[in-house]
């Protein structure tokens, strides 16, 4: 089946600097959407983004579909940035695989 | 704008004995629902999803069954909890015509 990489597993930033988070998956996927999840449980939506680059704000997701991966880049971190963020993936029907996440902390 | 819930917020249940979650969906019709569980600083994993009412496909069964009773309404439900159920439940959304997905709020479980 579908296997999700993401790295790295957890990252600790300064307010202000920048982080990239990768995700690397097995098969090609034809859809693929990066989540952030509040440290209280809540996931929302970032992106939504099989190929190409979106921006959102200081965010930016870039994935390249031939090259199984995908990333997403944070500029100028906020301490409201902490929390965990997921890459899935789904290639075919209604099945969604999720990455193992990568756990952020910017301290003040 | 649709709206997502999920009841209840929380949940502390024995082992052996009964559960069933909720998940709601208002502002769209004929949504396609789906369950995941997450166990505490894990990773989210699919358990079911729903095309239309009445139809269920199994992902992933950890012991618990799913249903769609009504075109807004998905149930996650079983009748002996094991000490593994505890975690997070989250119930999403996405329209007929796309793909993105949009979750709830969550429920957490623990069983002791």
């Known amino acids: 089946g579908q296997q999700v990489q993401q790295s790295p597993a957890s990252l600790v930033l300064q307010e202000g600097e920048n982080a990239e988070l990768q995700c690397n998956f097995s098969?090609?996927?034809?859809?693929l959407q990066w989540f952030y999840q509040h440290p209280g449980g809540r996931l929302v939506s970032l992106f939504y983004n099989p190929s190409g680059t979106k921006h959102t704000g200081r965010l930016t997701s870039t994935t390249v579909t031939n090259e199984r991966r995908s990333s997403l880049h944070i500029s100028s971190s906020q301490t409201t940035d902490s929390g965990t963020y997921f890459c899935a993936i789904d290639n075919a029907g209604a099945k969604l695989t999720f990455g193992g996440g990568t756990r952020l902390t910017v301290r003040p | 704008a649709q709206t997502i819930h999920q009841w209840p917020v929380a949940e502390i249940k024995a082992v052996g004995s009964p559960l069933s979650l909720g998940c709601t969906i208002k502002?769209?019709?004929?949504?396609?629902l789906y369950w995941y569980w997450q166990a505490t600083g894990g990773t989210l994993q699919q358990l079911f999803y729903?095309?239309?009412?009445?139809?269920v496909e199994s992902v992933v069964q950890l012991n618990l069954s799913a249903s769609r009773p009504k075109d807004d309404q998905f149930i996650l439900s079983t009748e002996k909890l094991l000490l593994s159920h505890s975690g997070f439940y989250l119930c999403?959304?996405?329209?007929?015509?796309?793909?993105?997905?949009?979750f709830g709020p969550g429920t957490r479980l623990t069983v002791l």
């Open positions: 729903s095309i239309t009412v009445g139809q």
């Open positions: 098969s090609t996927a034809t859809r």
């Open positions: 502002g769209k019709s004929s949504p396609n």
């Open positions: 999403a959304w996405s329209g007929g015509q796309g793909w993105e997905q949009y």
